[in-house]
C-alpha cells in the first residue's frame, strides 16, 4: 500500500486480516489496535482507529473520516505495518 494512493484490494484484505486474527467483542473485530465490522448485509465494511472510520462502499469506492491527520498518519501506517507481515 502506497501513502499516496490506497488501493481497495489492500484496505479489503487488512480488513480480513483484521477478522481472521483479531479478537470479537461488541459486534466487531480488533487486531493491532484497528477495528474492523460490517453492515447487516455484508455490502459496506468499517475499519476503525481512534477518531478514524474508513467506510469501504460497494463498487470500489471508500471514504475516510476522521477529526486529526495525525489519526490518519498512524492509521496508514498500522495498515502497512499489518499488510507487510501478513501471513
Given at each position: 500500500m502506497k501513502n499516496?494512493?490506497?488501493a481497495q484490494v489492500d484496505l479489503l484484505h487488512a480488513f480480513n486480516l483484521i477478522t481472521m486474527k483479531g479478537n470479537k467483542a461488541n459486534g466487531h473485530y480488533e487486531y493491532q489496535g484497528i477495528k474492523a465490522w460490517h453492515d447487516v448485509d455484508g455490502?459496506?465494511?468499517f475499519l476503525g482507529y481512534?477518531?478514524?472510520t474508513?467506510?469501504?462502499l460497494?463498487?470500489?469506492r471508500?471514504?475516510?473520516?476522521f477529526k486529526e491527520k495525525e489519526t490518519f498518519d498512524a492509521?496508514?501506517?498500522k495498515l502497512n505495518k499489518l499488510?507487510?507481515?501478513k501471513v
Amino acid at each position: 500500500m502506497k501513502n499516496s494512493h490506497i488501493a481497495q484490494v489492500d484496505l479489503l484484505h487488512a480488513f480480513n486480516l483484521i477478522t481472521m486474527k483479531g479478537n470479537k467483542a461488541n459486534g466487531h473485530y480488533e487486531y493491532q489496535g484497528i477495528k474492523a465490522w460490517h453492515d447487516v448485509d455484508g455490502y459496506t465494511c468499517f475499519l476503525g482507529y481512534n477518531d478514524l472510520t474508513l467506510t469501504l462502499l460497494f463498487h470500489g469506492r471508500y471514504t475516510f473520516d476522521f477529526k486529526e491527520k495525525e489519526t490518519f498518519d498512524a492509521f496508514i501506517s498500522k495498515l502497512n505495518k499489518l499488510l507487510v507481515h501478513k501471513v
